[in-house]
């Protein structure tokens, strides 16, 4: 009996591909090797599923090439690479990585934040340059962590998890502002206060970013949000490139209307802005946010499992789009 085949898009773990040689005629990109989005699209010409990683994108000009495809597993909890009112209308079952990489995610969100806050970088490039050469009182003085104001704009599972470190750990006001409002108990869980979006913008200490990309959230922090935050704010994008605008974001910096700012995403990844690159006060980090060995392997497993349990098993875990499957026609 033929197995069906499979193209796994990027180099993953060894360990995954040998997992997945077990079910699945397997085509992979250990080589990591580029692809356009026409070379995409020929390899998934007569695929039954597809191990995506965030950066491939699945559309409807791709999906009209691939009339076998049944299933793109995504090897992230995000999930813009993934037109999914046009999977779902060609029957296409999309699915991602939640809750794996929630707790990593959330130290990574408050260590750029620390970074952040405590001017890491900008006086870790000062020392290695050769520029201490004596203490200054006000030397690298950053803005206080410990009992500030913590706002976030998007609070599902890693938003929880940053709001829980901030208010038990290290003493925060916690407020947040989501599209509902969480039950009163998992904000009593929180120490977290539900705040319009403007008193959000306002009030912030420090306004970390974990709202989920959508064409609605595009742009959410743009020149006329980043005028209403304070001047001694800090920003932090852990969420998804093109929630800030990034060009607006950097002038800001530059001119100091903000204090500084962290970052993990950005628009158009993996460039980075230019006018992000040569600002003092800004922390950039290659999209490594859930970048342990153990979530790595974590979310590449769960997506390997979601592949097996749909096309062998009849069942993905974590599916998105639920309605699809058996729409093909």
């Given at each position: 009996?033929?197995?069906?085949?499979?193209?796994?898009?990027?180099?993953?773990?060894?360990?995954?591909?040998?997992?997945?040689?077990?079910?699945?005629?397997?085509?992979?990109?250990?080589?990591?090797?580029?692809?356009?989005?026409?070379?995409?699209?020929?390899?998934?010409?007569?695929?039954?599923?597809?191990?995506?990683?965030?950066?491939?994108?699945?559309?409807?000009?791709?999906?009209?090439?691939?009339?076998?495809?049944?299933?793109?597993?995504?090897?992230?909890?995000?999930f813009n690479?993934?037109?999914?009112?046009?999977?779902?209308?060609?029957?296409?079952?999309?699915?991602?990585?939640?809750?794996?990489?929630?707790?990593?995610?959330?130290?990574?969100?408050?260590?750029?934040?620390?970074?952040?806050?405590?001017?890491?970088?900008?006086?870790?490039?000062?020392?290695?340059?050769?520029?201490?050469?004596?203490?200054?009182?006000?030397?690298?003085?950053?803005?206080?962590?410990?009992?500030?104001?913590?706002?976030?704009?998007?609070?599902?599972?890693?938003?929880?998890?940053?709001?829980?470190?901030?208010?038990h750990g290290?003493?925060?006001?916690?407020i947040y502002?989501?599209?509902?409002?969480?039950?009163?108990?998992?904000?009593?869980?929180?120490?977290?206060?539900?705040?319009?979006?403007?008193?959000?913008?306002?009030?912030?200490?420090?306004?970390?970013?974990?709202?989920?990309?959508?064409?609605?959230?595009?742009?959410?922090?743009?020149?006329?949000?980043?005028?209403?935050?304070?001047?001694?704010?800090?920003?932090?994008?852990?969420?998804?490139?093109?929630?800030?605008?990034?060009?607006?974001?950097?002038?800001?910096?530059?001119?100091?209307?903000?204090?500084?700012?962290?970052?993990?995403?950005?628009?158009?990844?993996?460039?980075?802005?230019?006018?992000?690159?040569?600002?003092?006060?800004?922390?950039?980090?290659?999209?490594?946010?859930?970048?342990?060995?153990?979530?790595?392997?974590?979310?590449?497993?769960?997506?390997?499992?979601?592949?097996?349990?749909?096309?062998?098993?009849?069942?993905?875990?974590?599916?998105?789009?639920?309605?699809?499957?058996?729409?093909?026609?």
């Open positions: 009996m033929n197995q069906p085949r499979i193209l796994v898009a990027r180099r993953v773990f060894p360990e995954v591909i040998q997992l997945l040689r077990q079910h699945f005629e397997v085509e992979d990109n250990q080589d990591d090797v580029p692809w356009s989005k026409a070379e995409l699209a020929r390899r998934l010409g007569d695929k039954a599923g597809a191990f995506t990683t965030g950066s491939e994108r699945i559309d409807a000009e791709v999906l009209a090439q691939a009339p076998a495809l049944r299933i793109c597993a995504n090897m992230a909890v995000g690479n993934f037109d999914l009112p046009a999977m779902t209308e060609r029957g296409v079952l999309a699915t991602n990585t939640p809750d794996v990489l929630t707790e990593t995610t959330a130290d990574f969100g408050f260590a750029l934040l620390m970074a952040t806050a405590r001017r890491v970088a900008e006086s870790e490039h000062y020392l290695r340059a050769g520029q201490w050469q004596r203490w200054t009182y006000d030397m690298f003085a950053g803005t206080e962590v410990h009992g500030s104001t913590l706002g976030i704009l998007g609070m599902g599972r890693i938003g929880q998890g940053i709001a829980r470190r901030g208010a290290f003493g925060m006001q916690v502002h989501n599209r509902s409002r969480l039950d009163p108990a998992l904000e009593a869980e929180c120490k977290a206060r539900y705040v319009s979006k403007e008193e959000l913008l306002r009030r912030a200490d420090h306004l970390v970013l974990v709202l989920p990309y959508s064409a609605q959230a595009h742009h959410a922090i743009g020149a006329a949000e980043l005028a209403q935050m304070k001047p001694t704010a800090n920003l932090i994008n852990i969420a998804r490139g093109g929630i800030v605008d990034d060009a607006a974001l950097a002038q800001a910096l530059r001119e100091r209307r903000i204090a500084a700012a962290g970052l993990d995403v950005f628009e158009g990844e993996p460039k980075v802005h230019p006018g992000l690159l040569d600002v003092p006060n800004v922390v950039l980090t290659p999209h490594i946010a859930s970048a342990t060995i153990p979530t790595r392997l974590a979310m590449a497993r769960l997506a390997a499992d979601n592949l097996i349990g749909f096309l062998v098993q009849g069942r993905a875990l974590t599916p998105l789009n639920p309605e699809a499957p058996g729409r093909r026609q």
